[in-house]
């Protein structure tokens, strides 16, 4: 009996609230707010069966539907991004049936590409025992490498997490930081997931680890209960906005006709 395909689930999670940039979806890029500029991408990639966009408020909520996407409401009240993603998977396959894979897709990264996309929802194709997937990318200078609000990620040579870290990983006692660089040993964590979908259902039920706690990254607390995360490697690079000035970047570079 031929398999029957796989069924895949984009959720958006996308607060109002922000300690550095509040109302950040909500913000403008280009002449669209950020949060549709995503919605946009995603639906366009063509990978997905359902896109949503998972929101605490009414006014992205409202953005959302009016531009002919979906968004769903879900508790102001998560700890983390994955346990919104696991409330709106809950609310999607009421609405829209079973999913089996659920790709958990920044809501500030605008210019996310299709390509990142299909790399993080690949190896559940190739791999039945592929748990969960993520990317990176080679760190090319040092001032990215040292830079503690970078996450870099080690992996073993089948390319399952070993750890990540806000340090400098792997650390190599006789050479220097230039020298790694240049032999291709560091790698920057890229923060975009896809879970199979019983794995999400598990790992949003775990409490917070000591590692995690220690490094305020949440993918240790699945590695420390012993899940597996494949990291697969992109060449394309990852612009997150956090902060205004993340945003005025982008605008930049859009209004510059860099391509991206």
């Given amino acids: 009996m031929e398999e029957r395909k796989k069924r895949v689930l984009g959720v958006i999670p996308a607060r ?4 550095r940039f509040e109302g950040k979806p909500l913000a403008k890029v280009g002449d669209t707010e ?5 919605c946009k991408r ?4 063509g990978l997905f069966d359902k896109v949503i966009v998972a929101t605490d408020s009414r006014k992205i909520f409202d953005l959302v539907n009016k531009n002919n996407y979906t ?3 879900t508790n102001e009240n998560h700890n983390c991004g ?3 993603v696991d409330e709106a998977l809950n609310i999607a396959e009421k609405m829209f049936g079973e999913f089996d894979i659920v790709v958990n897709i920044q809501g500030d990264e605008p210019l ?3 390509e990142q996309l299909q790399e993080v929802i690949n190896p559940f194709y190739n791999d039945s025992n592929v748990q969960i997937t993520t990317l990176c990318k080679m760190i090319e200078d040092a001032k990215t490498l040292i830079n503690p609000n970078v996450v870099k990620v080690v992996f073993n040579y089948n390319h399952y997490a070993l750890y990540f870290s806000r340090s400098v990983i792997p650390y190599d006692r006789n050479e220097t930081l230039e020298y790694g660089i240049a032999k291709g040993c560091y790698f920057k964590h890229i923060g975009l997931y896809a879970y199979k979908k019983n794995v999400l259902r598990e790992i949003v039920k775990l409490y917070a680890s000591r590692l995690e706690k220690m490094e305020s990254l949440e993918q240790l607390r699945w590695l420390e209960e012993g899940y597996k995360i494949k990291v697969e490697l992109t060449d394309f690079e990852s612009i997150g906005v956090d902060t205004p000035e993340d945003l005025e970047k982008i605008n930049n570079l859009l209004n510059n006709k860099i391509v991206y």
Avoid: G, L, Q, Y
């Fill in 34 to 38: 950020m949060v549709i500029c995503v």
């Fill in 112 to 114: 996310i590409k299709k």
């Fill in 82 to 84: 994955t346990e919104r």
């Fill in 71 to 73: 968004a769903v409401m």
């Fill in 42 to 45: 995603v639906e366009e990639s």
């Fill in 16 to 19: 109002f609230a922000s300690t």
